[in-house]
């Protein structure tokens, strides 16, 4: 009776839709996130063939493949994109395609074109085309406005991408339409300021749409579904506002395509590769609105991280289907442990943007922060027993303790965790404390409950000595201590009024009076005093060097140094203590 009651948990998530012909088995879409894992010449590489039919594996109804190049190299748009603009390639994504449908899913793959936001790194220098040429790259490079004889070239070069896509056995295609890049800049009348048959009114604006999705139905057929990703809110003073979205969204319905992804546009990036103080699901509202005016399935998008979450957004009717794609990279296994009842195994995705570091900031293939082995290759992921079991000693129960012991207890040894805390988590627990960091404690959950589940027996408040070694007699010592927080060799350091910025974040500290200097301009200085300031506090940072958290993620840095200066938090540089 309780298994039973636990798979009736998401009833709404795990039934059936249909995509134009096409049946999915519930409503959860991997949607096309950019891995850096496909060969520096496009073809798709094993390790990408893996990342896909793993979350295929893991339960999800349809994966959508990242953006896929149209047009090579002037549309190049990454460090190592897949290529679809030629039939060379046709071989790699049927394999891709076959190792989907094998594990269960259906696929997809999104044709995407930048427009003006081509990346001159990567496209040999050349200059980027667009409807327009208006001013809006960061470097100043203004594009050249495309002829109608291009334009009718480009549609050619989508719907050739959209033959070879079902060639390779993909069931449907999807257009990238949102997050500025061209489809995005023709529908935008911020991009979109032409004279001719493709610009001014929105009937104008949705041509070029209009004839890729013609091109297509004539090459593949009528039956073959056509989705897009839409954007649905530029959120940018003359785009694409939210009444403009659904007038588009309405006119895309009756252009024929058959599921619509409800996303953003020519915003900044912060707005769709959010930082972690970002709430679950707000970009939600925007699948909301195109369901009051469109039919046809509407996916809503955007961090959204709990099936309970997505549960109570289907059964409201906000949207037809959720797509969860960091949450899919943090635990492919998310839909089925789900679906089996068990969403407190889940390892959420906590936000940190590690994934949106390596892809965008780094073009180094996609890692995760909670998930050591995203875009590796299989045999990382695949842990098998152990020729023998024997008896581990973990050492400290920060994330590498309480992952070593989980991995170790995978493998069928009997493992024992001490920690000297009075919690799992180490560490972790100071880094969930500073303004907008709580989701970290979702990965001390995670392991608190996975641990006991395992069998791993945890000792919390236990001082490990050579006396616990010996009466514990373990086979294996894994010593995962973690860092500490020490004081600087400053004058003075040793003063009452001195505390480290844990013992600030911890509550240790005694009585922290204003005004307050934060020694340190990196990610735990900020917070720390961001953490401070919210308390009322006077602050001002000394940062030793002229630059301040160059480090970090850079969509969080500009967020935190935002937050920073609406609270009146003083950073002075090149400063020696």
């Not at 990408?48 to 047009?71: D, K, S």
């Not at 990965?443 to 395992?454: D, Q, V």
């Not at 040793?494 to 922290?512: E, F, I």
Request: hydrophobic residues 40%.
């Amino acid at each position: 009776m309780e298994d039973k009651r636990r798979r009736m948990m998401f009833p709404s998530l795990f039934s059936p839709i249909r995509i134009g012909r096409v049946e999915l088995k519930n409503r959860i879409i991997f949607p096309p996130i950019a891995t850096n894992l496909a060969h520096v010449s496009g073809e798709i590489s094993e390790r990408q063939v893996f990342h896909y039919a793993r979350r295929a594996q893991g339960g999800a109804g349809l994966i959508i493949v990242e953006n896929a190049c149209i047009e090579y190299p002037d549309a190049r748009h990454g460090a190592t994109q897949p290529r679809i603009d030629s039939d060379e390639f046709i071989p790699g994504l049927a394999k891709l395609a076959r190792a989907v449908h094998d594990a269960g899913a259906a696929i997809s793959i999104e044709l995407t074109h930048p427009g003006l936001n081509a990346s001159l790194k990567f496209n040999g220098g050349r200059r980027p085309v667009a409807p327009s040429p208006v001013r809006l790259r960061n470097d100043g490079v203004i594009p050249k406005e495309l002829t109608v004889s291009e334009i009718k070239r480009l549609v050619e070069l989508y719907a050739q991408a959209a033959l070879r896509a079902k060639r390779a056995g993909f069931d449907m295609v999807e257009l990238q339409g949102a997050h500025g890049l061209l489809i995005n800049q023709f529908l935008s009348p911020l991009t979109n300021r032409r004279t001719d048959q493709y610009g001014g009114s929105r009937e104008n604006r949705l041509r070029f749409v209009r004839e890729i999705v013609e091109r297509i139905r004539e090459l593949c057929g009528e039956r073959f579904p056509i989705t897009i990703r839409l954007a649905a809110d530029d959120m940018v003073e003359g785009g694409i506002d939210q009444a403009e979205g659904k007038a588009l969204a309405a006119g895309l319905e009756e252009l024929g395509i058959d599921m619509i992804q409800a996303d953003l546009g020519l915003c900044p990036k912060e707005k769709r590769l959010e930082p972690m103080p970002y709430p679950q699901g707000w970009r939600a509202y925007l699948a909301k609105g195109l369901k009051e005016v469109v039919s046809i399935p509407v996916a809503a998008v955007g961090v959204i991280r709990e099936p309970e979450f997505a549960e109570e957004l289907l059964e409201r009717g906000d949207a037809d289907l959720v797509a969860l794609g960091r949450a899919l990279i943090a635990d492919p296994d998310w839909p089925n442990k789900a679906r089996a009842g068990h969403p407190e195994r889940i390892r959420r995705c906590i936000g940190c943007g590690e994934c949106v570091k390596a892809r965008h900031h780094e073009d180094q293939p996609l890692r995760c922060g909670v998930n050591p082995v995203v875009g590796m290759d299989a045999e990382f992921e695949r842990i098998t027993p152990a020729p023998k079991s024997k008896r581990i000693l973990v050492i400290g129960g920060g994330p590498a303790g309480m992952e070593a012991a989980r991995v170790a207890a995978l493998r069928g040894h009997a493992v024992t965790l001490c920690d000297e805390q009075k919690r799992l988590g180490g560490t972790l627990n100071i880094a969930a404390i500073p303004p907008g960091k709580e989701k970290i404690r979702w990965l001390i959950e995670y392991y608190e409950n996975e641990l006991p589940r395992l069998g791993v027996e945890v000792k919390l408040r236990t001082h490990v000595t050579r006396a616990t070694v010996e009466d514990l007699q373990p086979d294996v010592v894994i010593i995962a201590t973690g860092c500490t927080c020490p004081r600087d060799d400053i004058p003075g350091a040793d003063r009452p009024n001195v505390a480290t910025a844990h013992d600030v974040l911890s509550g240790t500290a005694k009585a922290v009076k204003s005004p307050v200097v934060v020694i340190g301009g990196g990610l735990l200085g900020l917070e720390t005093a961001l953490f401070l300031a919210e308390a009322g506090h006077s602050v001002t940072v000394l940062k030793r060097y002229k630059t301040i958290a160059s480090n970090l993620e850079p969509i969080y840095r500009d967020y935190l140094l935002r937050e920073l200066k609406e609270h009146n938090v003083s950073i002075i540089t090149e400063v020696t203590v």
